[in-house]
C-alpha cells in the first residue's frame, strides 16, 4: 500500500491543480458515472456485458473521426466538414471495390488520400489566404457533400461484399478471451516501462519523482482494472478488434502530441501561435500536419462506418454524424480556445455521447429526446471549459 505522506501528497497535487483551473479529465469521468448511473437504475440491461459490447463497437467509428477534430481544436481552429469527408471516403471505398472492383487494400488506401488531400487543401487555404478554418471547412462540408453524392452515382447507395476483410473486420472480429488478457498484460507493463522511465530521468535531473512501489500500484491497479473490463466484456462477445484499434488509434496519437517535438509544437501554437513562431516552430507545418491529420482520420472513420454498416449510402456521413464527432472532441475536455486537451478526449467524449444514445434507445425514448439530451450535455462541457480558462487566467497559469 502506499504511505499516507504519498497519499496526502497526491491528494495536495489534485486539489491544487483543481483550485488553477487545471480540471483535467474529472468533470467527464464524473458526469460519465452519473449518466451510467441513471441509465443503470431505469434500465438493468444497460451495463449489461452484451450491451457494453455493442456501445464499444458503435463508438470506433465516430470516435476516430472525433480523434481528428482533437488535433484541429488544439490549434484553436475547426474542421466542420468531417463528416462530409468521411462520407466521400466511403463512397470512394464502396465504388472502388465493388463497382471499379479494385483490390481492398488500393480501396481503402483511395479513400484515405482523398483525405489527406482536403486536409492539404484546407492548410493550404488557411495558411496561403488567411480564411478563416469555420469558412474552409463550412464550403468543405457543402462541397464534397456533393462530390460524395456524385461518386456514388444514380444508385445512391452500394452495398459492400460481406465476406470482405473489412466487413468482417467490423462487425465479427473479437479477441479471443485469452487474446484479451494478453493484450491487457502488454498495455499494463508498457505503462509500468513508462513510469519507471519517467521517474529515472527524475531522479538524473535531482527532481522528485514517483518510488518503485508507487509505480508498482499504479501498474497493479490499471492491470486489475483492464483486466475486469476484459472479463466482463468476455461475458458476451469479447473485445472487437476495431474497437481496440481505435484504442491503438488514441494510445498512439497520445504519445506523439506528449512524447514528441511535433506534439508539443502543436500545443504552442494552439497556447498562442505569435510565441510559436517566436520560439523557431515552422508554424505552417503544424497548421497543414493538423488539417491533413484531421481528414484522415474523418476518412478512416468513414471507411469503418461504411464496413460497421455493410454499405456506403448519400446518408453515410450524414446526420448527427459530424455534430457527434465534434461534440465527443469537446466534451472530451479538448478546450474550444486552443492549446488544452489530449487523444484521450476522444474516447471519453464518444464514450459520453453512445452512452447517451444507448440508455435512451433502452427507454424507448425516440431521437429528438437523445438530441437534447446530448445539446446540454455539450453546453456543460463548454461552460466547464470557460470556467477552467478564467480560473487559469486568474491565478496566472497558462
Known amino acids: 500500500m502506499l504511505s499516507a505522506g504519498a497519499i496526502r501528497r497526491g491528494a495536495g497535487l489534485l486539489v491544487a491543480r483543481v483550485r488553477g483551473g487545471d480540471f483535467g479529465s474529472l468533470p467527464v469521468i464524473v458526469g460519465l458515472l452519473i449518466i451510467w448511473t441513471i441509465f443503470q437504475s431505469l434500465n438493468p440491461v444497460f451495463l ?6 455493442n456501445l464499444t463497437m458503435q463508438c470506433a467509428a465516430v470516435g476516430t473521426i472525433a480523434l481528428g477534430v482533437v488535433l484541429v481544436l488544439l490549434v484553436g481552429e475547426i474542421d466542420l466538414s468531417v463528416g462530409s469527408v468521411s462520407g466521400l471516403a466511403a463512397a470512394i471505398l464502396a465504388v472502388t471495390l465493388v463497382e471499379l472492383r479494385w483490390n481492398l487494400v488500393f480501396a481503402i488506401a483511395a479513400g484515405l488520400v482523398a483525405g489527406l488531400l482536403v486536409g492539404l487543401l484546407y492548410g493550404f487555404l488557411y495558411t496561403k489566404f488567411g480564411l478563416p478554418s469555420f469558412v474552409i471547412t463550412l464550403a ?5 457533400l456533393g462530390l460524395q453524392l456524385r461518386v456514388l452515382g444514380d444508385t445512391g447507395s452500394i452495398n459492400l461484399p460481406y ?4 466487413v468482417q473486420f467490423a462487425q465479427q472480429m473479437f479477441l479471443p478471451p485469452w487474446a484479451s488478457y494478453v493484450a491487457v498484460a502488454i498495455t499494463a507493463a508498457s505503462y509500468g516501462w513508462f513510469l519507471l522511465r519517467r521517474s529515472r530521468r527524475r531522479l538524473a535531473a535531482n527532481l522528485d519523482s514517483q518510488s518503485l512501489l508507487e509505480i508498482g500500484v499504479r501498474t497493479g491497479g490499471l492491470l486489475v482494472f483492464l483486466a475486469l473490463v476484459a472479463w466482463y466484456l468476455n461475458l458476451s462477445r469479447g473485445v472487437g478488434v476495431m474497437f481496440l484499434f481505435f484504442l491503438v488509434l488514441v494510445v498512439a496519437m497520445n504519445i506523439a502530441l506528449t512524447r514528441t517535438r511535433w506534439g508539443r509544437s ?16 515552422r508554424v505552417r507545418r503544424i497548421y497543414y500536419s493538423v488539417f491533413a491529420l484531421c481528414s484522415m482520420f474523418a476518412a478512416l472513420g468513414g471507411i469503418l462506418a ?7 449510402n448519400q446518408s453515410s456521413g450524414g446526420g448527427d454524424t459530424n455534430l457527434n464527432a465534434i461534440a465527443a472532441a469537446v466534451i472530451g475536455g479538448t478546450s474550444l480556445f486552443g492549446g488544452r486537451g489530449s487523444a484521450y478526449s476522444a474516447l471519453l467524449g464518444i464514450i459520453v455521447i453512445q452512452s447517451v444514445s444507448s440508455g435512451l434507445t433502452l427507454l424507448n425514448l425516440d ?8 445539446g446540454v450535455v455539450l453546453a456543460l462541457a463548454v461552460i466547464v471549459d470557460a470556467l477552467s480558462r478564467k480560473t487559469r487566467a486568474a491565478t496566472g497559469r497558462a
Open 367 to 374: 431521437a429528438s429526446v437523445r438530441f437534447m439530451v446530448t
Open 48 to 53: 449489461s456485458s452484451k450491451n457494453l459490447v
Open 163 to 166: 465476406d470482405s476483410w473489412i
Open 266 to 281: 502543436v500545443y504552442a501554437v494552439g497556447g498562442s501561435e505569435e510565441a510559436a513562431r517566436r520560439a523557431g516552430i
Open 306 to 312: 461504411a464496413a460497421w454498416l455493410g454499405a456506403a
Open 140 to 144: 468543405g462540408l457543402l462541397g464534397f
